[in-house]
């Protein structure tokens, strides 16, 4: 049995864990664990599951201070923003607790039988359903809010579906501890055995996407390895969805009047959307758009201070370490990006300082849109909003684009808006795409390589994932679920064609 | 240039079109002007696109004679049959127009700038918004309904997209004639050029399905294109996404009781279902559990005598006819079944009587669990609830599945719906699959091979596989959408997490 060894990308030091990886035959009964968890779970009434969902809230932040404190050597990022993230991970379970307890995600139509132009039609009855097992694959720069405790297994769960995670290599003490924070709540409340599991190592991972009981896969990482596991689902005798949160280039666009009025501003918002969390966000603003000219030089010369004087910061592991300086030569050499800031490796561990280029809007190419995980950012200057519109189209579609324009500026903002409306997931104005809010609105998805489907991985709507819709034609009530017999109902429907309420 | 021919199955006669098949250089402008057209019809109100819906509806019926005249010589389908499925047809393109004036397939939210338990929450508004030019790939079975004017074109244009049909090459005149009474109801309506567009041949198809222009591709046909069309676009530098209706054994169950105390009426609908349109519908009941013993031998001598005495039926082309007795072979040599009549071939053109095959339920292998196209089904009899249990679970996943069983065998139905729940989109009680109806609440769709989503394409919801989610955070008034702007609405929106009817 294969060892697994953790790294503290703090000091490089590479330690043994506990953990082996999970072999072929383990993957499968705990695949076949959780189908049989499935037919007990999706049989539970959606008050038991929000119930559920709070006592997996509260059992994460009983085990806060032993979670936080493997993530910190793990990953190496900073406490307060681990504990921040734990909270976002406790407050995702709540809220889709809020939203199974709603029932609005369920989409419950009911069509009584009756006359219609094409004749008499049968009763039909529709909502959204669990889909079974969900596989999910944790992302390196979450170590809880995309990771085992993430947004996939809340919302998974929350669709009333069990969930095997598969660990992330860069944080698996982290991954156990979440992983043993899950279920000790679970047990404890009383879910199946099975609601819950958990398979380390790259072979176990390969094994479990390609398991007959799994129905669908949660995926937040590379577009590389999310190539990989869609190249497994393709050689399965029953293909399944997969979800991939895969690259984001993320444009930033500030218009002549936004840096005209408040340069010093956006260079320090700027500058910290990119290099929070060393720059290791999909949301990080990767590629920014500001004006040629005295007042686009301000916003320039105020990033390049702050890059010039920042410390080293520590990035997750030793792959993305060495990347980065492969890209950054990438963007440059082939990109044809001047280097205005050149990186400076810390003392110890996969530490570097911010790093800034720049190039003028004409010469961009998809060349110099590559996304580099660090603290990066592509500067483009440009003379006329025309220029942008050609080089945005260039950049790979991504999660978020950000326009920054002054309350004046009508028809600039209205040219920008509909500049990247057809390429991203998200539009923010006057602020910064990093600091996703986890709300019922949030759409964190775009059009590929962004992501490979029409959802979002953020928000309440991200259950819709994990469901799939069945109707059930002339049913005698008995066999019909609950929430979709006749009389009042305590979720919204549309009942022959008009939107009710829930009934108080 | 190729010359299309069109053949009419009912005499087998095949002569040439004044349609060529569409150039590589052809798709690539068509593809090129729908992309164009997208950028003005995302822009359009939601009530402009509501009557460019009934437009194209009254547009259908008025050239109803020369629509039916042409299918019923391609198609060889009656045409009281052909009738009916264009006025469908039609009344597909007036739900959507009510559903869009509706507006809650826009799934709007809205979450004010608040303070959240993990700090100040920025404004996010959230809706649903059209993805771009779709490909439709048209059936051979339903010449209108899922063909050029079907449900795939309408949702797609109720979504706000534009559409690109790739015709059928079992019904080119038709096709044409579709086309040219959209383009024209479009046309007069106002709607731009490119609304529509429309290629021939399976070249050109492919071509149409890697176009860069494409961003999603509605399809209804064999598993086998189906594979082929999703090749194509894995090739694709920008993957896009495949919304295929594949495959359909749609499994029937008769209890005890119902077979004791009505076989002639089990008898009677279930044969009329499985002829229906030549049983050449997806939805048609290819495999059907029946009692061992007396009660159930009734049936089995119902549907036996209706196929003995049955005339011979035209299929839609010589593919299918060819193939429908490969199948059949194939059923009795390797599936283990017997044959109880044996399809007669008739005078002239595809033709042929029903087929008639029975199996014990032990014996159930997936061998002979394949969809057979045509007038064919197999009478699986068992001695236990158990035994149907066992074999269903070895037909593949389909659109439907049915339940016949008397009011009193309550045990009965909720152990058949526990079986089947799983394994289908659509579960009908005391009915029959086929005759789908056009509803709100409709699912057609199911897990792999039924479908490849999680997606219905029949029904008001088909219009969610044609959209796309997106969010503007702090966004400025004028930049929102109508339907996101603060006040009333008159759609339904879910408002910091509380949901509201449309305004008066």
């Given at each position: 049995m294969t060892t697994l060894t953790t790294t503290d990308p703090r000091t490089g030091v590479t330690v043994d864990t506990d953990i082996t990886a999970t072999s072929a035959e383990t993957v499968a009964q705990i695949a076949a664990r959780s189908g049989e968890a499935f037919r007990d779970l999706r049989s539970r009434p959606r008050e038991w599951r929000a119930g559920l969902l709070r006592a997996l809230a509260d059992g994460l932040e009983e085990r806060r201070e032993a979670?936080?404190?493997?993530?910190?050597?793990?990953?190496?990022?900073?406490?307060?923003?681990?504990?921040?993230?734990?909270?976002?991970?406790?407050?995702?379970?709540?809220?889709?607790?809020?939203?199974?307890?709603?029932?609005g995600y369920l989409e419950a139509i009911i069509d009584h039988a009756s006359e219609t132009p094409l004749g008499p039609g049968p009763d039909v009855r529709r909502m959204l359903v669990p889909i079974g097992p969900i596989a999910v694959f944790g992302a390196s720069n979450f170590p809880f809010a995309f990771s085992v405790v993430g947004g996939d297994t809340a919302s998974a769960i929350a669709a009333g579906n069990p969930v095997v995670v598969k660990a992330h290599s860069s944080h698996p003490v982290t991954s156990q501890r979440s992983y043993d924070a899950l279920t000790a709540a679970a047990n404890?409340?009383?879910?199946?055995?099975?609601?819950?599991?958990?398979?380390?190592?790259?072979?176990?991972?390969?094994?479990?996407?390609?398991?007959?009981?799994?129905?669908?896969?949660?995926?937040?990482?590379?577009?590389?390895?999310?190539?990989?596991?869609?190249?497994?689902?393709?050689?399965?005798?029953?293909?399944?969805?997969?979800?991939?949160?895969?690259?984001?280039?993320?444009?930033?666009?500030?218009?002549?009047?936004a840096v005209a009025a408040r340069a010093e501003a956006i260079g320090e918002g700027l500058f910290g959307s990119v290099t929070g969390s060393a720059g290791q966000l999909c949301t990080k603003p990767g590629i920014a758009f500001v004006p040629a000219g005295p007042a686009g030089d301000a916003v320039v010369s105020d990033i390049v201070a702050r890059a010039e004087s920042a410390a080293a910061q520590t990035l997750l592991n030793s792959r993305i370490h060495g990347a980065f300086d492969d890209i950054r030569a990438r963007l440059i050499d082939e990109g044809g990006a001047r280097s205005l800031v050149a990186p400076r490796t810390g003392d110890a561990g996969f530490s570097l300082s911010p790093a800034v280029l720049e190039i003028d809007a004409p010469d961009v190419t998809p060349a110099v849109a590559e996304e580099a995980f660090g603290p990066l950012v592509v500067l483009v200057r440009y003379r006329e909003i025309d220029e942008v519109r050609r080089a945005i189209e260039l950049v790979p579609r991504s999660l978020t684009a950000t326009i920054h324009t002054e309350p004046d500026e009508v028809d600039t903002r209205a040219a920008l808006t509909d500049a990247v409306e057809d390429l991203v997931g998200r539009i923010v104005y006057n602020g910064y795409p990093t600091g996703v809010r986890v709300a019922w609105a949030m759409n964190h998805g775009g059009p590929w390589p962004a992501t490979n489907t029409q959802h979002t991985s953020v928000g309440v709507t991200a259950v819709r994932r994990f469901l799939r819709p069945l109707a059930w034609q002339d049913a005698p009530e008995e066999v019909l679920p609950e929430e979709l017999r006749d009389g009042s109902a305590d979720i919204p429907r549309r009942v022959d064609g008009v939107l009710h309420l829930a009934a108080e």
């Open positions: 979670l936080i404190g493997a993530a910190a050597s793990e990953t190496g990022l900073a406490e307060a923003r681990l504990n921040g993230e734990l909270s976002r991970s406790a407050f995702q379970f709540r809220i889709f607790a809020d939203a199974v307890e709603d029932g404890a409340y009383g879910a199946p055995n099975g609601t819950f599991g958990i398979v380390y190592g790259q072979q176990a991972g390969s094994a479990l996407v390609a398991d007959p009981h799994i129905t669908a896969v949660g995926f937040t990482g590379s577009l590389h390895t999310g190539k990989i596991l869609q190249g497994i689902i393709d050689e399965r005798p029953t293909p399944i969805p997969f979800f991939g949160e895969l690259s984001s280039l993320n444009p930033l666009v500030a218009s002549s009047g």
